[in-house]
Protein backbone atom coordinates (compact mmCIF):
# COMPACT_ATOMS: atom_id res chain seq x y z
CA UNK A 1 0.00 0.00 0.00
CA UNK A 2 3.03 2.44 0.23
CA UNK A 3 3.29 3.70 -3.46
CA UNK A 4 -0.85 4.17 -2.95
CA UNK A 5 -0.26 6.14 -0.22
CA UNK A 6 2.26 8.78 -1.87
CA UNK A 7 -0.09 8.99 -4.66
CA UNK A 8 -2.67 10.48 -2.41
CA UNK A 9 0.11 12.76 -0.66
CA UNK A 10 1.24 14.01 -4.20
CA UNK A 11 -2.33 14.45 -5.66
CA UNK A 12 -3.64 16.23 -2.30
CA UNK A 13 -4.13 19.93 -2.27
CA UNK A 14 -5.25 19.65 -6.33
CA UNK A 15 -8.48 20.90 -7.39
CA UNK A 16 -11.31 18.24 -7.93
CA UNK A 17 -10.97 17.92 -11.73
CA UNK A 18 -7.20 16.86 -11.28
CA UNK A 19 -8.19 14.18 -8.51
CA UNK A 20 -10.47 12.79 -10.81
CA UNK A 21 -8.68 12.53 -13.15
CA UNK A 22 -5.81 10.74 -11.20
CA UNK A 23 -8.54 8.42 -9.72
CA UNK A 24 -9.81 7.24 -12.78
CA UNK A 25 -6.21 6.17 -14.04
CA UNK A 26 -5.85 4.09 -11.00
CA UNK A 27 -8.96 2.64 -11.75
CA UNK A 28 -8.20 1.39 -15.25
CA UNK A 29 -4.66 0.20 -14.02
CA UNK A 30 -6.35 -1.66 -11.63
CA UNK A 31 -9.32 -2.90 -14.55
CA UNK A 32 -6.42 -4.29 -16.55
CA UNK A 33 -4.26 -5.59 -13.96
CA UNK A 34 -6.75 -8.49 -12.42
CA UNK A 35 -8.43 -10.69 -14.83
CA UNK A 36 -12.50 -12.30 -14.43
CA UNK A 37 -11.48 -15.26 -12.59
CA UNK A 38 -9.89 -13.03 -9.39
CA UNK A 39 -6.33 -13.38 -10.42
CA UNK A 40 -4.00 -10.19 -9.51
CA UNK A 41 -0.79 -9.82 -11.09
CA UNK A 42 2.08 -7.54 -9.49
CA UNK A 43 4.44 -5.39 -11.65
CA UNK A 44 6.23 -8.07 -12.53
CA UNK A 45 3.94 -9.92 -14.10
CA UNK A 46 3.76 -12.81 -11.14
CA UNK A 47 0.68 -14.10 -10.33
CA UNK A 48 -0.73 -13.48 -6.98
CA UNK A 49 -4.54 -14.76 -5.79
CA UNK A 50 -7.31 -13.72 -3.17
CA UNK A 51 -7.37 -16.46 -0.37
CA UNK A 52 -11.02 -17.11 -1.55
CA UNK A 53 -10.14 -18.07 -4.91
CA UNK A 54 -10.95 -21.26 -6.36
CA UNK A 55 -8.90 -23.18 -8.41
CA UNK A 56 -11.62 -26.20 -8.92
CA UNK A 57 -11.63 -26.06 -12.14
CA UNK A 58 -7.72 -25.38 -12.96
CA UNK A 59 -5.51 -28.76 -13.88
CA UNK A 60 -2.28 -27.91 -11.92
CA UNK A 61 -0.44 -30.71 -14.61
CA UNK A 62 -1.45 -30.31 -17.82
CA UNK A 63 0.39 -26.88 -19.37
CA UNK A 64 3.55 -26.20 -21.23
CA UNK A 65 7.18 -24.92 -19.86
CA UNK A 66 7.88 -20.99 -20.78
CA UNK A 67 10.91 -18.88 -20.41
CA UNK A 68 11.08 -16.56 -17.94
CA UNK A 69 14.43 -14.72 -16.60
CA UNK A 70 12.08 -12.05 -14.23
CA UNK A 71 10.76 -14.11 -12.01
CA UNK A 72 12.79 -16.81 -12.22
CA UNK A 73 14.56 -18.74 -10.12
CA UNK A 74 12.89 -18.69 -7.12
CA UNK A 75 16.06 -18.46 -5.05
CA UNK A 76 19.69 -18.68 -6.06
CA UNK A 77 21.93 -22.08 -5.20
CA UNK A 78 24.72 -20.37 -3.89
CA UNK A 79 22.33 -18.12 -1.30
CA UNK A 80 20.58 -21.49 0.15
CA UNK A 81 21.75 -22.48 2.98
CA UNK A 82 20.44 -26.04 2.66
CA UNK A 83 21.77 -27.02 -0.41
CA UNK A 84 22.91 -30.64 -1.20
CA UNK A 85 26.26 -31.32 -3.09
CA UNK A 86 23.67 -34.08 -5.09
CA UNK A 87 22.07 -31.45 -6.85
CA UNK A 88 24.42 -28.31 -6.73
CA UNK A 89 25.10 -28.37 -10.84
CA UNK A 90 26.89 -24.65 -10.71
CA UNK A 91 28.62 -25.54 -7.85
CA UNK A 92 30.06 -28.52 -9.51
CA UNK A 93 31.22 -27.25 -12.89
CA UNK A 94 27.61 -26.37 -15.12
CA UNK A 95 27.86 -23.25 -17.29
CA UNK A 96 24.82 -23.26 -19.09
CA UNK A 97 21.79 -21.75 -16.52
CA UNK A 98 18.81 -21.69 -18.63
CA UNK A 99 16.99 -24.59 -16.64
CA UNK A 100 16.83 -22.41 -13.97
CA UNK A 101 14.67 -19.93 -15.96
CA UNK A 102 11.66 -22.19 -17.07
CA UNK A 103 8.16 -21.70 -15.40
CA UNK A 104 5.36 -23.85 -15.78
CA UNK A 105 2.41 -22.79 -17.15
CA UNK A 106 -0.80 -24.27 -17.11
CA UNK A 107 -3.51 -24.66 -19.41
CA UNK A 108 -6.50 -22.45 -18.92
CA UNK A 109 -5.19 -20.57 -15.24
CA UNK A 110 -2.06 -19.53 -13.16
CA UNK A 111 -0.38 -21.15 -10.60
CA UNK A 112 -0.36 -18.70 -7.57
CA UNK A 113 3.11 -16.98 -6.55
CA UNK A 114 4.86 -18.70 -3.97
CA UNK A 115 5.12 -16.40 -0.45
CA UNK A 116 7.69 -18.47 2.04
CA UNK A 117 5.41 -16.41 5.15
CA UNK A 118 2.19 -17.46 3.89
CA UNK A 119 3.31 -21.36 3.74
CA UNK A 120 4.74 -20.98 7.46
CA UNK A 121 1.94 -19.50 8.39
CA UNK A 122 -0.63 -22.36 6.80
CA UNK A 123 2.21 -24.83 8.74
CA UNK A 124 2.20 -23.40 11.98
CA UNK A 125 2.94 -25.64 15.07
CA UNK A 126 2.35 -28.60 12.74
CA UNK A 127 5.03 -31.17 11.37
CA UNK A 128 5.57 -32.28 7.66
CA UNK A 129 7.31 -35.23 6.82
CA UNK A 130 8.59 -35.98 3.16
CA UNK A 131 8.92 -39.87 3.05
CA UNK A 132 10.96 -41.48 0.60
CA UNK A 133 13.95 -41.84 -1.75
CA UNK A 134 16.76 -39.30 -2.95
CA UNK A 135 14.50 -38.07 -5.22
CA UNK A 136 11.83 -37.71 -2.19
CA UNK A 137 14.66 -35.69 -0.61
CA UNK A 138 15.33 -33.38 -3.82
CA UNK A 139 11.92 -32.49 -3.63
CA UNK A 140 12.20 -31.42 0.22
CA UNK A 141 15.76 -29.58 -0.60
CA UNK A 142 14.17 -28.03 -3.04
CA UNK A 143 11.04 -26.81 -0.52
CA UNK A 144 14.04 -25.65 2.24
CA UNK A 145 15.71 -23.73 -0.49
CA UNK A 146 12.14 -22.13 -1.12
CA UNK A 147 11.34 -21.21 2.06
CA UNK A 148 15.09 -20.06 3.38
CA UNK A 149 15.23 -16.20 2.48
CA UNK A 150 11.69 -15.82 3.82
CA UNK A 151 13.54 -16.72 7.33
CA UNK A 152 15.86 -13.81 7.95
CA UNK A 153 17.07 -14.58 10.91
CA UNK A 154 19.59 -17.74 10.24
CA UNK A 155 19.20 -19.53 14.42
CA UNK A 156 15.45 -19.69 13.81
CA UNK A 157 16.28 -22.37 10.85
CA UNK A 158 18.33 -25.43 11.53
CA UNK A 159 18.16 -28.54 10.14
CA UNK A 160 19.81 -32.13 12.14
CA UNK A 161 21.01 -35.10 10.95
CA UNK A 162 19.44 -38.34 13.20
CA UNK A 163 19.83 -41.66 11.34
CA UNK A 164 17.48 -42.31 8.83
CA UNK A 165 15.97 -38.65 9.80
CA UNK A 166 16.34 -35.31 9.04
CA UNK A 167 14.66 -32.51 11.13
CA UNK A 168 14.52 -29.24 9.76
CA UNK A 169 12.99 -26.43 12.14
CA UNK A 170 11.68 -22.75 11.48
CA UNK A 171 11.44 -21.93 15.35
CA UNK A 172 9.59 -18.84 14.91
CA UNK A 173 6.40 -20.54 13.32
CA UNK A 174 6.78 -23.91 15.62
CA UNK A 175 7.17 -25.71 12.03
CA UNK A 176 8.95 -28.98 11.47
CA UNK A 177 9.89 -29.93 7.99
CA UNK A 178 11.24 -33.18 7.98
CA UNK A 179 13.16 -35.64 5.59
CA UNK A 180 12.49 -39.88 5.98
CA UNK A 181 14.96 -41.97 4.28
CA UNK A 182 12.58 -44.94 3.34
CA UNK A 183 12.92 -45.96 -0.47
CA UNK A 184 10.89 -48.74 -0.67
CA UNK A 185 8.31 -47.92 2.25
CA UNK A 186 8.58 -51.07 3.94
CA UNK A 187 11.49 -52.64 5.29
CA UNK A 188 14.56 -53.21 3.28
CA UNK A 189 18.24 -54.03 3.12
CA UNK A 190 18.80 -50.57 1.83
CA UNK A 191 17.15 -48.62 4.60
CA UNK A 192 20.95 -47.61 5.51
CA UNK A 193 20.51 -43.59 4.73
CA UNK A 194 24.35 -43.62 3.36
CA UNK A 195 25.24 -47.20 3.11
CA UNK A 196 22.64 -48.61 0.69
CA UNK A 197 24.02 -49.30 -2.40
CA UNK A 198 23.70 -52.98 -1.97
CA UNK A 199 23.63 -55.57 -5.10
CA UNK A 200 21.13 -57.78 -4.18
CA UNK A 201 17.75 -55.95 -2.64
CA UNK A 202 16.00 -58.09 -0.44
CA UNK A 203 12.69 -56.21 0.89
CA UNK A 204 10.16 -57.03 4.10
CA UNK A 205 7.18 -57.02 1.95
CA UNK A 206 5.12 -57.02 5.09
CA UNK A 207 6.94 -54.91 7.22
CA UNK A 208 6.64 -51.34 7.94
CA UNK A 209 5.92 -50.32 11.46
CA UNK A 210 9.84 -50.05 12.27
CA UNK A 211 10.01 -46.83 9.65
CA UNK A 212 5.97 -45.70 10.16
CA UNK A 213 6.98 -45.08 13.95
CA UNK A 214 9.07 -42.44 12.79
CA UNK A 215 6.12 -40.11 10.91
CA UNK A 216 2.79 -41.51 12.88
CA UNK A 217 2.86 -38.12 14.88
CA UNK A 218 3.05 -35.97 11.33
CA UNK A 219 0.20 -33.66 10.19
CA UNK A 220 1.40 -34.19 6.63
CA UNK A 221 2.81 -37.03 4.99
CA UNK A 222 4.33 -36.40 1.29
CA UNK A 223 5.56 -40.64 0.25
CA UNK A 224 7.82 -40.87 -3.24
CA UNK A 225 8.50 -44.68 -4.05
CA UNK A 226 8.83 -45.32 -8.06
CA UNK A 227 12.66 -45.35 -8.85
CA UNK A 228 13.68 -48.20 -6.26
CA UNK A 229 11.36 -50.79 -7.67
CA UNK A 230 12.61 -50.46 -11.42
CA UNK A 231 14.96 -52.84 -10.50
CA UNK A 232 14.52 -56.45 -12.55
CA UNK A 233 15.08 -58.37 -9.77
CA UNK A 234 14.64 -58.03 -5.85
CA UNK A 235 13.69 -60.44 -3.16
CA UNK A 236 10.73 -60.57 -1.35
CA UNK A 237 10.94 -62.10 3.07
CA UNK A 238 8.93 -62.86 5.50
CA UNK A 239 10.11 -63.31 8.81
CA UNK A 240 13.51 -61.63 9.81
CA UNK A 241 16.70 -61.11 8.02
CA UNK A 242 18.70 -62.89 10.98
CA UNK A 243 16.32 -65.84 11.02
CA UNK A 244 17.73 -68.63 8.81
CA UNK A 245 14.04 -70.08 8.19
CA UNK A 246 12.98 -66.95 6.07
CA UNK A 247 10.74 -67.85 3.25
CA UNK A 248 12.25 -66.29 -0.10
CA UNK A 249 9.97 -65.53 -2.81
CA UNK A 250 11.15 -63.85 -6.57
CA UNK A 251 8.16 -61.98 -7.89
CA UNK A 252 7.22 -59.54 -10.97
CA UNK A 253 7.88 -56.10 -10.62
CA UNK A 254 4.19 -54.56 -10.11
CA UNK A 255 3.51 -57.32 -7.77
CA UNK A 256 5.65 -56.81 -5.08
CA UNK A 257 5.04 -52.74 -5.65
CA UNK A 258 1.55 -53.68 -5.14
CA UNK A 259 1.88 -55.80 -2.11
CA UNK A 260 4.49 -53.10 -0.79
CA UNK A 261 1.60 -50.30 -1.09
CA UNK A 262 -0.73 -52.95 0.19
CA UNK A 263 1.04 -53.12 3.35
CA UNK A 264 1.46 -49.21 3.03
CA UNK A 265 -2.05 -48.91 2.59
CA UNK A 266 -3.44 -50.85 5.63
CA UNK A 267 -1.03 -48.89 8.51
CA UNK A 268 -2.23 -45.75 6.81
CA UNK A 269 -6.25 -46.93 7.33
CA UNK A 270 -5.44 -48.32 10.72
CA UNK A 271 -3.24 -45.93 12.33
CA UNK A 272 -3.45 -42.76 10.82
CA UNK A 273 -5.05 -40.00 12.85
CA UNK A 274 -7.84 -38.75 9.91
CA UNK A 275 -8.63 -35.78 11.49
CA UNK A 276 -5.07 -34.70 11.52
CA UNK A 277 -2.64 -35.83 8.47
CA UNK A 278 -2.92 -34.93 4.83
CA UNK A 279 -1.28 -37.48 2.67
CA UNK A 280 0.36 -36.69 -0.88
CA UNK A 281 1.71 -39.35 -3.07
CA UNK A 282 4.13 -37.85 -5.57
CA UNK A 283 4.11 -39.73 -8.88
CA UNK A 284 6.54 -40.98 -10.51
CA UNK A 285 9.92 -39.01 -11.55
CA UNK A 286 11.13 -39.31 -15.22
CA UNK A 287 14.41 -40.00 -16.01
CA UNK A 288 16.06 -39.09 -19.55
CA UNK A 289 18.57 -42.42 -19.89
CA UNK A 290 17.49 -43.05 -23.58
CA UNK A 291 18.29 -39.96 -25.60
CA UNK A 292 16.33 -42.16 -28.78
CA UNK A 293 13.32 -41.13 -27.21
CA UNK A 294 13.64 -37.66 -28.26
CA UNK A 295 15.33 -38.21 -31.37
CA UNK A 296 18.98 -38.73 -30.39
CA UNK A 297 20.85 -41.37 -31.42
CA UNK A 298 20.84 -44.31 -29.28
CA UNK A 299 22.84 -44.20 -26.54
CA UNK A 300 22.84 -40.35 -25.97
CA UNK A 301 21.42 -39.30 -22.79
CA UNK A 302 20.57 -36.44 -20.91
CA UNK A 303 24.57 -35.23 -21.57
CA UNK A 304 24.91 -32.04 -22.46
CA UNK A 305 20.81 -31.27 -23.18
CA UNK A 306 20.01 -27.33 -21.96
CA UNK A 307 16.49 -27.08 -23.33
CA UNK A 308 13.58 -28.75 -22.60
CA UNK A 309 11.13 -30.77 -24.86
CA UNK A 310 8.67 -28.78 -26.71
CA UNK A 311 6.65 -32.00 -28.11
CA UNK A 312 3.14 -31.45 -26.24
CA UNK A 313 1.96 -35.24 -24.62
CA UNK A 314 5.83 -35.90 -25.20
CA UNK A 315 5.95 -39.73 -23.26
CA UNK A 316 9.34 -41.62 -22.40
CA UNK A 317 9.36 -45.19 -23.32
CA UNK A 318 11.22 -45.66 -19.86
CA UNK A 319 8.36 -43.91 -17.80
CA UNK A 320 6.69 -47.36 -16.15
CA UNK A 321 2.72 -46.72 -16.02
CA UNK A 322 2.19 -50.13 -14.76
CA UNK A 323 3.49 -49.16 -11.48
CA UNK A 324 1.41 -45.62 -11.57
CA UNK A 325 -1.69 -47.13 -12.31
CA UNK A 326 -0.90 -49.41 -9.14
CA UNK A 327 -0.09 -46.63 -7.11
CA UNK A 328 -3.36 -43.97 -8.70
CA UNK A 329 -5.35 -47.08 -8.03
CA UNK A 330 -4.13 -47.81 -4.51
CA UNK A 331 -4.58 -44.35 -3.78
CA UNK A 332 -8.13 -43.96 -4.67
CA UNK A 333 -8.98 -46.88 -2.44
CA UNK A 334 -7.63 -45.50 0.33
CA UNK A 335 -9.59 -41.98 -0.53
CA UNK A 336 -12.73 -44.32 -0.86
CA UNK A 337 -12.25 -45.18 2.77
CA UNK A 338 -11.73 -41.79 4.30
CA UNK A 339 -8.32 -40.95 4.13
CA UNK A 340 -7.58 -37.47 3.21
CA UNK A 341 -5.37 -38.54 0.48
CA UNK A 342 -4.42 -36.89 -3.37
CA UNK A 343 -1.68 -37.83 -5.80
CA UNK A 344 0.65 -35.33 -7.10
CA UNK A 345 0.46 -36.63 -11.21
CA UNK A 346 4.15 -34.25 -11.91
CA UNK A 347 4.83 -37.40 -14.16
CA UNK A 348 3.93 -35.61 -17.32
CA UNK A 349 5.36 -31.88 -16.91
CA UNK A 350 8.45 -33.72 -15.74
CA UNK A 351 8.85 -35.69 -18.85
CA UNK A 352 9.67 -32.31 -20.86
CA UNK A 353 12.44 -31.59 -18.86
CA UNK A 354 15.58 -33.45 -20.25
CA UNK A 355 17.58 -30.42 -19.29
CA UNK A 356 17.16 -30.50 -15.78
CA UNK A 357 19.09 -33.01 -14.35
CA UNK A 358 22.57 -32.78 -12.78
CA UNK A 359 24.00 -34.75 -15.77
CA UNK A 360 27.85 -35.00 -14.80
CA UNK A 361 27.69 -31.75 -12.75
CA UNK A 362 27.33 -32.90 -9.16
CA UNK A 363 29.16 -34.47 -6.26
CA UNK A 364 30.20 -38.22 -7.04
CA UNK A 365 30.36 -40.09 -4.10
CA UNK A 366 32.01 -42.89 -6.21
CA UNK A 367 34.67 -41.26 -8.45
CA UNK A 368 33.98 -41.92 -12.44
CA UNK A 369 36.62 -44.96 -13.92
CA UNK A 370 38.73 -43.76 -16.11
CA UNK A 371 37.04 -45.06 -18.97
CA UNK A 372 33.71 -42.91 -18.02
CA UNK A 373 35.76 -39.54 -17.95
CA UNK A 374 36.78 -40.78 -21.56
CA UNK A 375 32.97 -41.12 -22.20
CA UNK A 376 30.97 -38.69 -19.71
CA UNK A 377 27.47 -40.00 -21.06
CA UNK A 378 28.43 -43.05 -19.27
CA UNK A 379 28.31 -41.51 -15.40
CA UNK A 380 25.81 -38.57 -15.85
CA UNK A 381 22.83 -38.66 -13.80
CA UNK A 382 19.97 -38.41 -15.67
CA UNK A 383 17.62 -39.13 -12.60
CA UNK A 384 17.92 -36.60 -10.05
CA UNK A 385 17.48 -32.79 -10.80
CA UNK A 386 19.04 -29.26 -10.55
CA UNK A 387 18.39 -26.94 -7.95
CA UNK A 388 16.51 -24.57 -8.29
CA UNK A 389 14.93 -26.37 -10.93
CA UNK A 390 12.08 -28.46 -11.60
CA UNK A 391 11.04 -29.61 -8.38
CA UNK A 392 10.11 -25.91 -7.60
CA UNK A 393 7.53 -26.40 -9.70
CA UNK A 394 6.13 -29.30 -7.88
CA UNK A 395 6.51 -26.84 -4.49
CA UNK A 396 4.61 -24.28 -6.23
CA UNK A 397 1.99 -26.82 -7.09
CA UNK A 398 2.07 -28.40 -3.37
CA UNK A 399 1.94 -24.60 -2.60
CA UNK A 400 -0.92 -24.15 -3.91
CA UNK A 401 -2.77 -27.02 -3.10
CA UNK A 402 -2.00 -26.41 0.90
CA UNK A 403 -2.66 -22.70 0.61
CA UNK A 404 -6.12 -22.70 -1.07
CA UNK A 405 -7.25 -25.43 0.54
CA UNK A 406 -7.81 -27.89 -2.97
Excluded at 13 to 18: A, C, D, E, K, Q
Excluded at 123 to 143: A, E, I, M, Y
Excluded at 167 to 181: G, K, L, P
Amino acid sequence: MKGFEGLQKVIHGHHSVGFMLVTGVIMVVVYFCRDDTGTRFDINGETEVAEDYSFKDCDFFNGSWVYDNRSRPLYKEKQCSFMADDYSCEKFGRKDFEYQFWRWQPHGCDLPRFNGTALLEKLRDKRVVFVGDSLGKNHWVSLLCLIDSWILEPSHKVAEWHGSLITFRASEYNVSIDFYWEPLLVESNCDDPVNHRVRDRIIKIESIERHAKQWINADMLIFDSYTWWLEPNMTLLWGSFENPNKTIVESRRVTRYEMALKTWSNWLETHLDRNKTKIFFISLSPDHKEGGDWGKSMGQNCYNETKPIMEEGYWGKGTDTDLMRTAQSMVQDLAKKGVNVKILNITQLSQYRKDGHPSIYKRHWVPPTKLELMNPVQYADCVHWCLPGVPDVWNEILYAYLRYNR
